[in-house]
């Protein structure tokens, strides 16, 4: 009868200690059949590098081996059976299977030292033709993390395989910022062909989209890859509503991993942009007690109550191209704009966090840039999984 022990180690690679591969042993009794010694030799030269060193040694140790056949379905990963005769063991080294990647800063220093700068200079450029684009590029990373992951499964196009995101609310001609996002891919394609993600220009591209209008800036990890596919019905279920009350909110954030106070700092990010007439008609128009009844009276100028659907507000009235704490400043004032901007300070659990933002600029700047890096690492694709797109609209 077959006997099977395993365990499992997380090993760093000789030749790059920042990329972690799964090592897996597992050792069978009772099983035969011959492996010529040099094929073993070559075997262990050809994995050594991400093999630690006193397992090395073990296996390099015996003298004689034997290949077997697996009893049942391991892994298409797993590369050969290795049988020492002198205690009817077998050794299965699992040499290249990559565990769950960590996301790192410097995922490009050696690959691509220039991306950060070539996306950077992009980003800045598109900033100053259209200072409104910082918002936009803010918010395009903000809905491709809330729809499985940060993939950037937001940028594909529709096709007879593809249901794209771009064009299911909330995302249909709202959404934005597709082709600055493509143009930055294209400068870094040209240094580095092959080698940088959309999934992460576009995260790059938040952060340097902040910085460019006065907002943090931080450390943007990296090693995302790009998905080979969108889902336009999870983003009409994942992406929190305009309409959202509180609770919905929380909820939506607390199941991407973000907490109440990740989500009122994100939503700062609304210090920046614009939004369509018919997200915030019914508020405007409520009489409720929830809103400045003068803040009112100015958004209906330029949003009438049963026309221009498409026409576009401030959602910072006050310094609606800066990035700081003037939004909380809004809030705790009835000005907010939109529903779900307005009952972050509406006498529910977030109203704290409100006033503490409205006060305390540094802290929001601070809890802003903690909470886009929290936000950049929801689920990506690392090591072998999704590809590198040559073009973000489309598959290779």
């Known amino acids: 009868m077959v006997q099977i022990t ?18 897996l042993t597992i050792v069978l009794s009772n099983l035969d059949q011959s492996l010529p010694l040099f094929q073993v030799k070559k075997f262990l030269e050809e994995c050594t590098s991400d093999i630690p060193e006193a397992m090395q040694q073990s296996a390099k140790s015996l003298t004689s081996y034997e290949l077997i056949s697996a009893p049942f379905d391991l892994s298409p990963n797993v590369i050969t059976l290795l049988k020492s005769p002198s205690n009817s063991q077998v ?9 769950e990647a960590q996301l790192s800063p410097s995922f490009y220093s050696s690959t691509c030292p220039n991306a950060l700068t070539t996306i950077r200079t992009s980003i800045r450029q598109a900033v100053s033709r259209e200072r409104r684009m910082a918002a936009s590029l803010i918010r395009l990373h903000f809905h491709d993390c809330f729809v499985q992951g940060c993939d950037a499964s937001i940028l594909l196009d529709e096709t007879p395989s593809i249901q794209s995101e771009k064009t299911v609310f909330p995302n249909v001609n709202s959404v934005r ?32 989209a902040s910085a460019a209008v006065g907002g943090p800036s931080w450390n943007v990890n990296l090693g995302r890859r ?26 939506a954030f607390a199941n991407k991993g973000l907490s109440a106070r990740d989500m009122v700092a994100l939503s700062g990010s609304h210090t920046l942009g614009q939004s369509q007439c018919f997200l915030f008609r019914n508020r405007i128009y409520s009489n409720g007690t929830d809103i400045d009844a003068g803040f009112a009276s100015t958004r209906r100028r330029q949003c009438p109550s049963n026309s ?6 401030a959602l910072d009235l006050v310094t609606p191209n800066s990035f700081d704490n003037n939004y909380f ?12 901007d307005q009952v972050l300070f509406s006498g529910g659990s977030t109203d704290s966090i409100v006033s ?36 973000c609209s489309a598959i290779n």
């Open 6 to 23: 395993a365990w499992r180690d997380e090993v760093s690679s000789a030749k790059n200690p920042a990329s972690s591969h799964t090592l």
């Open 91 to 99: 050794l299965i080294l699992l040499c290249n299977a990559p565990s």
């Open 177 to 208: 910022g597709f082709e600055v996002i493509e143009a930055a891919k294209r400068e870094v394609e040209k240094i580095c062909p092959g080698v940088v993600s959309c999934a992460d220009i576009l995260a790059v591209a938040a952060r340097d």
């Open 226 to 251: 790009d998905s080979t596919t969108a889902s336009g019905s999870v983003a009409k279920t994942d992406l929190p509503s305009p309409f959202s009350n509180l609770s919905t909110l929380i909820s």
């Open 308 to 313: 221009g659907d498409s026409n576009l507000a």
């Open 329 to 340: 400043k809004n809030l705790m004032q009835r000005k907010g704009l939109l529903q779900t």
């Open 356 to 391: 503490e933002y409205s006060r305390n600029p540094r802290t929001f700047l601070s809890d802003f840039g903690n909470s886009m890096i929290k936000m950049g690492d929801i689920e990506p694709l690392t090591g072998q999984n999704g590809i590198i797109r040559r073009i």
